[in-house]
């Protein structure tokens, strides 16, 4: 069973700081997403990675991909509090299903 | 907005009830994809439909069942309502089956079982 786990689950972090989201999946997959959701809402598209050594940037957010370590990292560069919201990434599996990890929780402080 | 609907927004029921939710996939796509959210279990995959049939399964209980009509909305029946099914559900959809359709999330629909 694809099992795919995130950390942390808490981030706290002050405004202008820089931090790692990891994102650790037990099964080969070629294809990665990262979404953003804010409370009580839907998920909203970050990045799709594709292919091993995949990089993509979006602002302050950036996403990687390192298919033979099966890890995808989202790194968030000078925070600011619109960033604050639950982050989660996505494997797809057979019969083109997401298997999620259980979400970051990012709180950005003035 | 991603072009799939959801109704209703919010549903409050009580235990032993029956519930259907609905969902109406972006134009052109063929598969919709049904997910719950909840505190205890996260995001997980329910069940998939493409062109009408079912694709796959995944953590649904027996309770709950699904279809995808001719016009392609589908609608997720919820019966038998135990405190534990409170959840967000979501539907998405994509164009096709293939691992690489990027799947699109509908807004929700939020059950309370009271």
């Known amino acids: 069973e694809l099992k795919v786990e995130q950390n942390p689950l808490f981030l706290s972090m002050q405004e202008g700081k820089n931090y790692t989201i990891y994102c650790n999946y037990s099964?080969?997959?070629?294809?990665l997403y990262w979404y953003r959701q804010d409370p009580g809402k839907s998920l909203e598209s970050l990045f799709v990675?594709?292919?091993?050594?995949a990089v993509k940037q979006e602002g302050r957010l950036m996403a990687s991909l390192d298919t033979k370590a099966r890890l995808s990292t989202l790194h968030i560069t000078a925070a600011v509090h619109d960033l604050s919201a639950t982050y989660f990434c996505?494997?797809?599996?057979?019969?083109?299903?997401?298997?999620f990890g259980e979400g970051t929780q990012l709180t950005v402080n003035p | 907005d991603s072009g799939v609907t959801q109704t209703p927004k919010h549903l409050i029921t009580a235990t032993g009830q029956r519930v259907t939710l609905r969902c109406s996939p972006r134009?052109?796509?063929?598969?919709v994809y049904w997910y719950q959210q909840s505190l205890d279990q996260g995001l997980q995959f329910l069940i998939q439909?493409?062109?009408?049939?079912?694709?796959a399964k995944g953590n649904i209980l027996e309770r709950f069942s699904a279809q995808q009509f001719p016009d392609l909305h589908s609608e997720l029946n919820l019966s038998s309502l135990e405190l534990g099914d409170s959840a967000l559900y979501f539907c998405?959809?994509?164009?096709?089956?293939?691992?690489?359709?990027?799947?699109?999330f509908g807004p929700g629909t939020r059950l309370t079982v009271l």
């Open positions: 998405a959809s994509s164009v096709g089956t293939l691992l690489y359709n990027e799947q699109f």
């Open positions: 099964t080969t997959s070629d294809r």
């Open positions: 990675l594709l292919s091993n050594g």
């Open positions: 996505a494997v797809v599996t057979s019969g083109s299903r997401l298997t």
């Open positions: 134009s052109g796509d063929l598969s």
């Open positions: 439909y493409y062109n009408g049939e079912e694709r």
